[in-house]
């Protein structure tokens, strides 16, 4: 009875897979019983239906715009301030201990963070959106991901480092992504729709749809 009740709902947040027949009862129960607090949570810490873990923080609430079925699990803090919304779409999932950084420095207004779809990302993510992370639809990644969209100026020797401000591209992520564990994405990447990008990358240029892309920094491996 449990399992067809788990399945209905799964259906009903546009999961289409079938749940493994030997899980215990007493762990869907113990599912459910979180999902319904993470659920009471997010109702009554932005009026709107979302599932919060314990000790999510959320700065500039209004910039923050979400589709059906979100989940962001506990002590992640998310940091709306920026030009553009901080915006995802349905059944979007950040792993907990994760962090999103909009505005870095009083010195730039940043721009923000999109992510499309039935993505999610694991635990201990960071995303740096000063200069915009774009992030498609039904993106995987692991955990320990982290996003940098700007880079900081050096060549002039006559200044500190830190005095001679940043330039940002951005980083865009295409769609049907699987990203492996402790990847960065640095300021000006983009990688195209259906590829997989292997963990511990380190991720700098522009990749066509379609390929395998791994090592520091990332090149291609495979055509898929």
């Known amino acids: 009875m449990l399992k067809k009740l788990l399945k209905k709902l799964l259906k009903a947040f546009g999961k289409n897979y079938t749940p493994d027949q030997s899980i215990p009862d007493k762990l869907i129960v113990s599912i459910f019983s979180r999902r319904l607090f993470m659920f009471l949570r997010g109702i009554v810490k932005t009026r709107r239906k979302i599932f919060l873990g314990e000790g999510v923080t959320i700065y500039n609430k209004s910039n923050f715009k979400?589709?059906?079925?979100?989940?962001?699990?506990?002590?992640?803090?998310?940091?709306?301030?920026?030009?553009?919304?901080?915006?995802?779409?349905?059944?979007?999932?950040?792993?907990?201990?994760?962090?999103?950084?909009?505005?870095?420095?009083?010195?730039?207004?940043?721009?923000?963070?999109?992510i499309g779809n039935n993505s999610a990302i694991g635990e201990y993510a960071y995303f740096g959106c000063s200069g915009g992370v774009t992030i498609g639809n039904d993106v995987i990644m692991g955990q320990y991901i982290s996003f940098h969209s700007e880079n900081h100026n050096f060549l002039d020797k006559t200044k500190l480092i830190r005095e001679q401000g940043v330039?940002?591209?951005?980083?865009?992520?295409?769609?049907?992504?699987?990203?492996?564990?402790?990847?960065?994405?640095?300021?000006?990447?983009?990688?195209?729709?259906?590829?997989?990008?292997?963990?511990?990358?380190?991720?700098?240029?522009?990749?066509?749809?379609?390929?395998?892309?791994?090592?520091?920094p990332a090149k291609v491996l495979k055509q898929i």
Request: net charge positive; aromatic share 8%.
């Open 66 to 114: 979400f589709g059906n079925g979100c989940t962001i699990e506990k002590h992640t803090t998310l940091d709306c301030y920026a030009k553009s919304p901080v915006n995802f779409g349905n059944s979007v999932k950040i792993g907990a201990f994760s962090a999103v950084s909009t505005t870095s420095h009083l010195s730039k207004y940043g721009i923000g963070l999109t």
């Open 167 to 216: 330039t940002s591209i951005g980083v865009v992520l295409g769609n049907n992504i699987w990203v492996g564990s402790k990847v960065t994405f640095l300021d000006g990447s983009k990688v195209g729709d259906n590829c997989v990008v292997a963990a511990g990358a380190v991720v700098k240029d522009i990749f066509p749809n379609n390929v395998i892309i791994g090592g520091v």
